[in-house]
């Protein structure tokens, strides 16, 4: 065989890995799309009296908070000697959403193009693993999508970026970093991370939730946001995974709904299973 001959059947043999990869994206997303497979007569969180409740009692505490500890606790983190603010400087790196939606968009693209020619049984275990590294990419980056426009629109300013500590300071639609502080985006992603790989596996929690916090004590240690910002950021990735797990619920995606309700989770494939499908992949 001839290099341009072998030139060819590489270049064909990649481009049927690209539409096979393509195909599956365009058959994940009309998944994720489609009209709700269960129907209830409240689709949402709650009902919108207790949603109400609910947004009343945030903006209360926000508002507390703000009046209370934004202030004093800027200046008093101004003063924090630098072997303290230091590791705080380093770690809250690691609240960037792009350390996570990284990895997970790498791994969905790697699943979505490996071969179709597999058993049936091992085909049902990658579209479980599929759906729930799609339902982690979803719900961490939605979120963080939604503060990186709110926080813009909002246009809080950041700690002394008017010269003193002033939590009051607005310009709304500045779109400008130092007017990008409300809600806190790192805080966003980590409170997401907790809440979506939280539900997925639950022993995690423990460890996520030790991360979070670290983050958003990072974020006023290093003066870059107010309690209230990460106060609010937390609330956002919360309330934004439940919003998404929700949504997948409702569409028989790696959850469900009952009547009454509650969420489940499906089981998901044991490790035992997905070395078997490692196993055969190797074998091809």
């Excluded at 393509?22 to 997303?29: D, E, V």
């Excluded at 508002?63 to 303290?84: C, E, G, K, N």
């Excluded at 490996?114 to 939605?142: E, H, K, Y």
Aim: charged share 15%.
């Amino acid at each position: 065989m001839s290099l341009v001959s072998e030139l060819k059947q590489e270049a064909g043999g990649v481009a049927k890995v690209l539409r096979r990869c393509a195909g599956n994206l365009a058959a994940a997303l009309a998944k994720l799309i489609r009209k709700p497979r269960i129907h209830l007569k409240q689709p949402w969180l709650w009902p919108p009296m207790k949603l109400g409740v609910a947004a009343a009692v945030a903006v209360a505490v926000f508002l507390f908070v703000q009046y209370f500890f934004d202030a004093a606790a800027i200046t008093a983190a101004r003063t924090l000697p630098r072997w303290i603010v230091s590791p705080f400087d380093w770690y809250t790196d690691f609240g960037k959403s792009g350390w996570f939606l990284w990895p997970i968009g790498l791994l969905f693209l790697a699943l979505a193009a490996l071969p179709p020619n597999l058993t049936p049984i091992s085909q049902r275990v990658m579209v479980a693993v599929m759906v729930r590294v799609g339902f982690l990419f979803v719900a961490i980056g939605l979120p963080s999508l939604f503060t990186t426009l709110i926080k813009n629109v909002i246009g809080r300013a950041r700690p002394f970026v008017g010269g003193v500590a002033n939590p009051y300071l607005f310009d709304p639609f500045h779109w400008s970093p130092a007017y990008a502080s409300l809600p806190s985006g790192h805080t966003t992603t980590a409170f997401a991370v907790l809440a979506a790989f939280g539900t997925l596996w639950p022993r995690a929690r423990t460890i996520l939730l030790i991360y979070a916090l670290l983050i958003a004590v990072s974020r006023v240690v290093v003066t870059a946001h107010h309690p209230s910002d990460v106060l609010a950021g937390a609330l956002v990735g919360i309330v934004g995974v439940m919003i998404v797990r929700r949504w997948f619920a409702l569409r028989l995606l790696g959850f469900s709904v009952t009547p009454d309700g509650a969420l489940q989770q499906f089981p998901g494939p044991s490790l035992r299973r997905i070395k078997a499908v490692a196993r055969e992949l190797l074998a091809q």
